[in-house]
């Protein structure tokens, strides 16, 4: 049961690496359209060869 | 629609073709048919651009694009910097990079949304390009030397889509912010939640004995910085809104809530450094993860509602032509529309909607008041008359003097009439309001009374007995059974195209037992279409196609009729003029041509004469070649809507101050027993009222000014397909689609959503009801209170949500209609 000593301290570590994972995303825009991503993978090719990078989201 | 428009549909939106239409459309090396030529050249445009893909992949079939075409013409507008300020902000390093939000219509299916985005990335310049599908708005970054916004925006237009930029107004972002701080907060819950239920569940299992107690003390000190964040930040906005409550000494739904999770919180801190047995973290995170996710659907559900009522904003142009020296000097500059001044003048050109309102200064025009008035006429215009901001000049130039701008136009008035309904809460409403306000109150004095009885019987338990019996307890899923009905319910109609403008007006509409409709404009089109020919000399096809090249570029709804009656010749007119409300002269091949009124033509009137007709003639030199009689045709679906009804079981009565005997052959047509003519506002207003006294609740339909005092005086009313404006104001509810049968799918809504808040309503009270003797006897744990108490409001709320899916399958129905 020793092994728990360390556990529960890495566990509470995890939850606060997957929480700034998770602000991240939603600072970045990722939760602001909830439907076309799930249609987007349907369509099976790319983008054509894009001129630039994505617009920046940040950018308001 | 029959057969024939599927085996002979327009490729690209899927309209019949019509007989003699030479438009292809080359596809896999098969010709396959278009309708008009604007399907011809967007579809052309997709295939060659190496997008026929899209035809593969879409699941939904694209409006005509022919509307989008006539509108952006002025689309250099865009590029000037002044009017790009509002909408366009360029980045820091570059000045050239440029990003601008637009709003998409045409937007049907996902494929839209691919190919406009694979439209967007093949123009060089552009920089990238992001559309969200949930909104219909895109996000657009270009390299202003490379390329300029007008030609971003025409390329949209070409594939058959219209985008217009528009300014991310603070309202906008606002909501972003606030759903964005939603979702964090849910995210900061919901990880909490996992991870201290991880800590939990092995004390809950471990046989006495089994689990040393610097262990298990471990665990409670995880869970305890755990919940730490999740009480202060993620369950913030229920303290804040307690708060406010205690401050204005109401009880708000937030008090117990606050009161439940605050005790939860700071007794089991207590019970972690006393190393007591009662440590709840894991009931208050797991209370506030579901409390939040109940709210975060409602404001989801809220904002769907509000989307219809941003659309009217568009309608002014971002850009505006300003004359600083009229009427001394004729130079014209370009300004934003939001910078013009009253007393200023500025020229509208042909095709242009005004950005202000004001007066003539100059120039004699017509002008397309629909949008706002319903006046489906075109209003004549001269030197003084009254121009209202956002509607369209037909014919000539204009020079306006603005009179008033911004806030104090007619179109910002209608704009706040919407937005006074979402604000306004309907009766049901307000008494669930008052309702979980006596019951928090009641439910304090209960949790105090039970404190009380178990510090005297059990003083050791009365602490969590109290703090269960505030925390099972759900004043939310009372408090939140008729708003989440409604406010699903509302966001669904406003997709279906009913706008709600008052808060009662759903439940009456439920309720309603009697429907009046007025007759012209609301269940006919209010719309000329040509009935009959009567031909003199040569031949009928002669004679329209005569007419057609007369009408050519005229607005008039008879030149709009006869053209879409007759199909386009060979013929061009030449010399053409055109006399406001009387009628055409031109020559074709040399020889003159008028089309007229009778008067116009200087012929007597002929004896085919029918009653509510009009009649128009075409004559060359040597006398009257041809007659068209054009009258006012029946919605499409007029007659679906009034058979849906009489299945609703409603009665229907038609009143209308058309002559009786036309409101009589309509009512018979359709199957109206009750159908009165020749009647004045008044008589109007009058049968109404006797029907009133009758007992029924009356929903009036009509539109027009004339028919503004009779909404108001039934108890719910409709305005059809953008009414006159004071029909608007007076009307309770805004048909904006132009399919009527969308008011059949509103009251079957209505009443859906009526049975939806009555079983929440009952549920709530029944879970009430057995939840609260149970915790104040003892008999449940704060874990199982939170349970409890959560799962009540998230069935609620999802029972809500239903609303929005039930009502989909009577508008998807009504959209397939089109197609098929």
């Given at each position: 049961m020793d092994?728990l000593?360390?556990?529960i301290p890495?566990?509470?570590?995890?939850?606060?690496l997957?929480?700034?994972?998770f602000l991240?995303?939603v600072?970045?825009?990722?939760?602001?359209?909830m439907?076309?991503?799930?249609?987007?993978?349907?369509?099976?090719d790319d983008?054509?060869?894009?001129?630039?990078?994505?617009?920046?989201?940040?950018?308001? | 629609?029959s057969?024939d428009?599927?085996?002979?549909?327009?490729?690209?939106?899927?309209?019949?073709v019509?007989?003699?239409?030479?438009?292809v459309?080359?596809?896999?090396?098969?010709?396959?048919?278009?309708?008009?030529l604007?399907?011809?050249a967007?579809?052309?445009?997709?295939?060659?651009?190496?997008?026929?893909?899209?035809?593969?992949?879409?699941?939904?079939?694209?409006p005509?694009?022919?509307?989008?075409?006539e509108?952006?013409?002025?689309?250099k507008?865009?590029?000037?910097?002044?009017?790009?300020?509002?909408?366009?902000?360029?980045?820091a390093?570059d000045?050239?990079?440029?990003?601008?939000?637009?709003?998409l219509e045409?937007?049907?299916?996902?494929?839209c949304?691919?190919?406009?985005?694979?439209h967007?990335?093949?123009?060089?310049?552009?920089?990238?390009?992001?559309i969200n599908?949930?909104?219909?708005?895109?996000?657009?970054r270009?390299?202003n030397s490379?390329?300029?916004l007008?030609?971003?925006?025409?390329?949209?237009?070409e594939?058959?889509?219209?985008?217009?930029?528009?300014?991310?107004?603070?309202?906008?972002?606002l909501?972003?912010?606030?759903?964005?701080a939603?979702?964090?907060r849910?995210a900061?819950?919901?990880?909490?939640?996992?991870?201290v239920?991880m800590?939990?569940?092995?004390?809950?299992?471990?046989?006495?004995?089994?689990m040393?107690s610097?262990?298990?003390?471990?665990?409670?000190f995880?869970?305890?910085?755990?919940?730490t964040?999740?009480?202060f930040?993620?369950?913030?906005?229920?303290?804040?809104?307690a708060?406010?409550?205690?401050?204005?000494?109401?009880?708000?739904?937030?008090v117990?809530?606050?009161?439940?999770i605050?005790?939860?919180y700071?007794?089991?801190?207590?019970?972690?450094?006393?190393?007591?047995?009662?440590?709840?973290?894991?009931?208050?995170v797991?209370?506030?993860?579901?409390?939040?996710?109940?709210?975060?659907?409602?404001?989801n559900?809220?904002?769907k509602?509000a989307e219809a009522?941003e659309s009217?904003i568009?309608?002014?142009?971002?850009a505006?032509?300003?004359?600083p020296?009229?009427p001394?000097?004729?130079?014209?500059?370009?300004?934003?529309?939001?910078?013009?001044m009253?007393?200023?003048?500025?020229?509208?050109?042909p095709?242009e909607s005004?950005?202000?309102?004001?007066r003539v200064?100059?120039?004699?025009?017509n002008?397309?008041?629909?949008?706002l008035t319903?006046?489906?006429?075109?209003?004549?215009?001269?030197?003084?008359s009254?121009i209202?901001?956002?509607?369209?000049?037909?014919?000539?130039?204009?020079?306006?003097?603005?009179?008033?701008v911004g806030?104090?136009?007619?179109?910002?008035?209608?704009?706040?009439?919407?937005?006074?309904a979402?604000?306004?809460?309907p009766?049901?409403?307000l008494?669930a309001?008052r309702?979980?306000?006596?019951?928090v109150l009641?439910?304090l004095?209960?949790?105090?009374?039970?404190?009380?009885?178990?510090?005297?019987?059990d003083?050791?338990?009365?602490?969590?007995?109290?703090?269960?019996?505030?925390?099972?307890?759900?004043?939310?899923?009372?408090?939140?059974?008729?708003?989440?009905?409604?406010t699903?319910?509302?966001?669904?109609?406003t997709?279906?195209?009913?706008?709600?403008t008052?808060?009662?007006?759903l439940?009456?509409?439920?309720?309603?037992?009697?429907?009046?409709f007025?007759?012209?404009?609301?269940?006919?089109?209010?719309?000329f279409t040509?009935?009959?020919v009567?031909?003199?000399?040569?031949?009928?096809e002669?004679?329209l196609?005569?007419a057609?090249a007369l009408?050519?570029?005229?607005?008039?709804?008879?030149?709009?009729?006869?053209?879409?009656?007759?199909?386009?010749?060979e013929?061009?007119?030449?010399?053409?003029r055109?006399?406001?409300?009387?009628?055409?002269?031109?020559?074709?091949?040399?020889?003159?041509?008028?089309l007229g009124?009778?008067?116009f033509?200087?012929?007597?009137a002929?004896a085919?004469?029918?009653?509510g007709?009009?009649?128009?003639?075409l004559?060359d030199?040597?006398?009257?070649?041809?007659?068209?009689?054009?009258g006012?045709?029946?919605?499409?679906?007029?007659?679906?809507?009034i058979?849906?009804l009489?299945?609703?079981?409603?009665?229907?009565?038609?009143?209308?101050?058309?002559?009786?005997?036309?409101?009589?052959?309509?009512?018979?047509?359709?199957g109206?027993?009750?159908?009165?003519?020749?009647?004045?506002p008044?008589?109007?207003?009058?049968?109404?009222?006797?029907?009133?006294q009758?007992?029924?609740?009356?929903?009036?339909?009509?539109?027009?000014?004339?028919?503004?005092?009779?909404?108001?005086?039934?108890?719910?009313?409709?305005?059809?397909?953008?009414g006159?404006?004071a029909?608007q104001?007076?009307?309770d509810?805004?048909?904006?689609?132009?399919?009527?049968?969308?008011?059949?799918?509103?009251?079957?809504?209505?009443?859906k959503?009526q049975r939806?808040?009555?079983?929440?309503?009952?549920?709530?009270?029944?879970?009430?009801?057995?939840?609260?003797?149970?915790?104040?006897?003892g008999?449940?744990?704060p874990?199982?209170?939170?349970?409890?108490?959560?799962?009540?409001?998230?069935?609620v709320?999802?029972?809500?949500?239903?609303?929005?899916?039930?009502a989909?399958h009577?508008?998807?129905?009504?959209?397939?209609d089109?197609?098929?």
């Amino acid at each position: 049961m020793d092994i728990l000593y360390l556990l529960i301290p890495l566990s509470l570590v995890f939850v606060a690496l997957i929480a700034l994972v998770f602000l991240w995303a939603v600072k970045s825009g990722q939760f602001e359209d909830m439907e076309g991503p799930a249609h987007r993978i349907l369509m099976d090719d790319d983008l054509p060869e894009s001129h630039g990078a994505k617009p920046d989201n940040d950018a308001h | 629609m029959s057969e024939d428009a599927q085996t002979n549909a327009c490729f690209h939106c899927g309209e019949p073709v019509p007989t003699g239409s030479s438009y292809v459309i080359r596809y896999q090396n098969v010709h396959k048919p278009a309708c008009c030529l604007g399907c011809q050249a967007v579809a052309q445009t997709i295939i060659d651009s190496g997008n026929a893909d899209y035809y593969r992949l879409r699941t939904d079939l694209p409006p005509t694009p022919e509307a989008a075409l006539e509108e952006l013409k002025n689309l250099k507008l865009y590029d000037i910097p002044e009017v790009q300020s509002s909408f366009v902000s360029s980045s820091a390093d570059d000045t050239n990079v440029r990003e601008a939000n637009l709003i998409l219509e045409g937007i049907v299916c996902a494929a839209c949304v691919w190919l406009n985005e694979r439209h967007l990335h093949q123009l060089p310049g552009v920089l990238g390009a992001d559309i969200n599908f949930s909104t219909r708005r895109a996000r657009v970054r270009w390299d202003n030397s490379k390329i300029q916004l007008s030609e971003i925006l025409k390329s949209i237009q070409e594939i058959g889509y219209l985008a217009y930029p528009f300014d991310t107004n603070r309202q906008e972002e606002l909501f972003r912010k606030e759903r964005n701080a939603a979702i964090r907060r849910l995210a900061i819950a919901g990880l909490g939640m996992m991870q201290v239920m991880m800590y939990a569940v092995p004390v809950y299992m471990a046989e006495a004995g089994t689990m040393t107690s610097d262990i298990e003390a471990l665990m409670r000190f995880a869970s305890l910085l755990l919940t730490t964040p999740v009480v202060f930040y993620s369950a913030w906005p229920f303290f804040q809104g307690a708060w406010r409550d205690l401050k204005l000494l109401r009880a708000g739904m937030d008090v117990p809530v606050a009161l439940g999770i605050g005790a939860a919180y700071a007794a089991s801190i207590y019970g972690t450094f006393t190393g007591s047995e009662d440590v709840y973290f894991d009931s208050v995170v797991m209370f506030v993860f579901f409390l939040l996710t109940g709210r975060f659907l409602e404001m989801n559900a809220r904002k769907k509602s509000a989307e219809a009522a941003e659309s009217l904003i568009k309608l002014i142009p971002a850009a505006a032509v300003r004359l600083p020296g009229f009427p001394a000097a004729r130079a014209e500059e370009m300004v934003a529309a939001v910078k013009l001044m009253p007393g200023d003048h500025v020229l509208v050109g042909p095709g242009e909607s005004f950005p202000a309102d004001g007066r003539v200064a100059e120039g004699v025009s017509n002008v397309d008041e629909s949008l706002l008035t319903g006046e489906s006429h075109p209003v004549a215009k001269q030197a003084d008359s009254h121009i209202i901001g956002g509607t369209i000049n037909l014919a000539s130039p204009l020079v306006v003097r603005v009179e008033k701008v911004g806030a104090d136009t007619v179109l910002s008035g209608i704009v706040r009439l919407l937005d006074r309904a979402l604000a306004e809460k309907p009766h049901l409403a307000l008494l669930a309001d008052r309702v979980s306000a006596w019951f928090v109150l009641a439910l304090l004095v209960i949790a105090a009374g039970v404190a009380a009885a178990w510090y005297v019987t059990d003083p050791a338990r009365a602490f969590w007995i109290t703090v269960s019996v505030l925390v099972v307890s759900c004043p939310c899923a009372l408090g939140l059974a008729t708003p989440a009905a409604l406010t699903a319910a509302l966001g669904r109609l406003t997709r279906l195209g009913l706008l709600s403008t008052r808060g009662h007006a759903l439940e009456t509409l439920a309720r309603a037992t009697d429907f009046v409709f007025d007759k012209t404009g609301t269940l006919t089109s209010g719309e000329f279409t040509l009935r009959e020919v009567h031909v003199l000399r040569g031949d009928r096809e002669q004679a329209l196609t005569l007419a057609h090249a007369l009408e050519q570029g005229a607005t008039h709804p008879v030149a709009a009729a006869l053209r879409i009656a007759a199909s386009p010749g060979e013929l061009t007119a030449e010399d053409l003029r055109y006399y406001a409300g009387k009628g055409v002269h031109g020559r074709i091949d040399g020889c003159a041509y008028r089309l007229g009124t009778p008067e116009f033509l200087g012929l007597a009137a002929p004896a085919l004469h029918a009653p509510g007709l009009t009649v128009v003639g075409l004559a060359d030199e040597a006398g009257a070649l041809a007659w068209f009689t054009l009258g006012d045709a029946l919605r499409p679906q007029a007659r679906q809507l009034i058979q849906e009804l009489k299945q609703l079981g409603v009665r229907l009565h038609l009143y209308s101050g058309d002559r009786g005997e036309n409101v009589r052959a309509l009512a018979a047509e359709l199957g109206i027993d009750d159908a009165r003519g020749d009647m004045l506002p008044e008589d109007k207003l009058e049968a109404v009222r006797a029907l009133q006294q009758t007992g029924a609740i009356v929903a009036m339909t009509g539109d027009g000014v004339n028919d503004a005092p009779v909404l108001a005086q039934a108890q719910v009313s409709v305005a059809i397909d953008q009414g006159a404006e004071a029909a608007q104001a007076a009307a309770d509810m805004v048909l904006l689609s132009s399919e009527i049968g969308r008011l059949a799918d509103g009251v079957r809504l209505a009443r859906k959503t009526q049975r939806v808040i009555r079983q929440n309503l009952f549920w709530a009270a029944l879970y009430n009801a057995l939840a609260i003797p149970a915790a104040a006897l003892g008999h449940v744990t704060p874990w199982m209170a939170g349970i409890g108490m959560s799962l009540s409001s998230l069935l609620v709320v999802l029972n809500a949500m239903r609303l929005s899916r039930i009502a989909a399958h009577a508008g998807e129905g009504a959209a397939n209609d089109k197609v098929f």
